[in-house]
């Protein structure tokens, strides 16, 4: 009789997300995980396949959630600026953590098919939110009307990511404060 996995799958995805934003999938071994996540190497192997495997479901599982704050600030406020405002805001406060997503796209750029899938994915769900809200804040005149909306979305996330790098490599809060600011500034 096989035995009961006597660990919570999302909770050691969870411990394994840390792993590997410290550390990113090369610098990672299989030792540090199975200490993080609490569990024995055969499990690991048992229901995630592999490292890769592993690796690939912390990142659709860090994705979505991370996808999922950044709408749920832009729609969080009445106003599509304030959103978009709010957005930024979260990402300065978060950007002293290092990003799996940005981390797996310097490490693997576009090399990796399954792992270019998952951040096509959530960058166009998180574009087509981010696209919603600059054309209401063109609509009220809050973002230049002249700018195309796909570049302001792509301008506005090239920001993020730069922020987020900045912030890892120890720009203190008044340095991504204004980094976000200007990158406001640039499209209003």
Do not use: N
Request: charged fraction near 25%; charge should be negative.
């Amino acid at each position: 009789m096989a035995r009961m996995k006597e660990f919570d799958r999302d909770t050691a995805v969870d411990a394994a997300i840390g792993v590997f934003r410290e550390h990113g999938f090369e610098g990672t071994s299989t030792g540090m995980l199975v200490e993080a996540m609490k569990i024995g190497r055969q499990s690991l192997y048992d229901t995630f396949g592999d490292k890769w495997q592993l690796y690939c479901a912390a990142v659709e599982h860090y994705t979505a959630g991370e996808t999922a704050e950044h709408i749920a600030a832009l729609r969080g406020e009445a106003k599509a600026l304030d959103g978009i405002r709010a957005m930024l805001a979260r990402v300065v406060e978060t950007a002293g953590q290092s990003c799996l997503g940005i981390g797996s796209i310097c490490e693997f750029g576009r090399s990796r098919p399954e792992l270019s899938a998952l951040h096509q994915a959530a960058d166009l769900r998180l574009k087509t939110a981010a696209r919603e809200r600059i054309a209401e804040a063109q609509a009220a005149g809050d973002i230049d009307r002249s700018l195309s909306v796909a570049a302001v979305a792509d301008f506005l996330f090239a920001s993020v990511a730069g922020i987020r790098i900045a912030g890892r490599g120890g720009a203190d809060h008044a340095h991504l404060q204004s980094l976000a600011a200007l990158a406001l500034r640039a499209v209003t």
